[in-house]
Structures are given as structure tokens and as C-alpha cells.
């Protein structure tokens, strides 16, 4: 035992035990050659499911913040009103939710105000009320 423990703490053992416990193949069987398709897939997998990663990434950063393509326009017309045969008032809304109001012109555009939300809402008109009975007849009243 002790013939053992001074080669390996002097430091000596290293190739002594790398040597000894080396094994040979028998004379007869071949070497194991690595495998082209073997290697194949060991780089294909591994690269196949990194990119799998990337596009789930990709996906859940586009529905968590919003984050679109090259072909998301950032503004969107709402409604043109003319005013004159060349002048238009366009009201433009934003990709982050905020509404203005622009003047078009043949000479330029000009910015009028930003909207409120409560200024895109229509206002609800009532139901005509049906004109007022004539009495005893049930017939109305035409004017």
C-alpha cells in the first residue's frame, strides 16, 4: 500500500496509472470510428433546438409587449372631414392609443390639438318622440 501512496502524492502516478489502465482493443475488433450521421445529428439538434428557443422567445415577446413586424403601421387615419376643395381636417391615431387632429392643405400639414378620449365617443341622440295625440282620437297631430 504504502508503494502505491508515494507515486501519487509525489505527483508520479499520473502517467503511470494513465498507461496502466489504458485499454487496447483486441487485435482482432475494429476501432470505434465516430459515425458521420452520428455527428450530424450532435451538431444538428443542438442548433435545431436553439433556434426553436429563439422564435418561442420571439413570440412571447410579441404578445407581452406588443412588439410587431416591419409592416405594423405606427399611424392610422380615423376619419377624413373636407373642409374646402383642398383642405381636409384628418384625425390620426397613434400606435400607443392618443388621437390628434391634423390640417391638410395644399401648401402643408398642420397640427390643430390632441383629442380626448371622451371627444371620439358619439353622442347619443334620442329617439324621435312621436307628435302628441289629438284627444278622444288616438290619431296624431300633423302640423
Known amino acids: 500500500m504504502p508503494a502505491i501512496l508515494i507515486p501519487l502524492v509525489c ?8 498507461a496502466a489502465t489504458a485499454s ?13 450521421t452520428g455527428e450530424l445529428l450532435g ?7 436553439i433556434i426553436l428557443a429563439l422564435f418561442a422567445v420571439l413570440h412571447v415577446a410579441r404578445r407581452r ?17 373636407p373642409v374646402g376643395p383642398r383642405e381636409r381636417i384628418v384625425l390620426v391615431k397613434s400606435r400607443s392609443g392618443r388621437v390628434f387632429a391634423v390640417g391638410v392643405a395644399g401648401q402643408g400639414v398642420t397640427f390643430i390639438t390632441d383629442l380626448d378620449p371622451g ?7 334620442p329617439e324621435p318622440a312621436a307628435p302628441p295625440a289629438v284627444e278622444g282620437t288616438g290619431i296624431p297631430r300633423s302640423r
Open 65 to 81: 409587449f406588443g412588439l410587431t413586424g416591419q409592416n405594423a403601421t405606427p399611424l392610422t387615419i380615423l376619419q377624413i372631414l
Open 11 to 18: 505527483g508520479w502516478a499520473g502517467p503511470v496509472l494513465a
Open 43 to 49: 451538431i444538428v439538434l443542438p442548433l435545431a433546438l
Open 24 to 36: 487496447t482493443p483486441a487485435a482482432g475488433a475494429p476501432a470505434d470510428a465516430p459515425s458521420m
Open 119 to 125: 371627444d371620439l365617443v358619439a353622442p347619443e341622440t
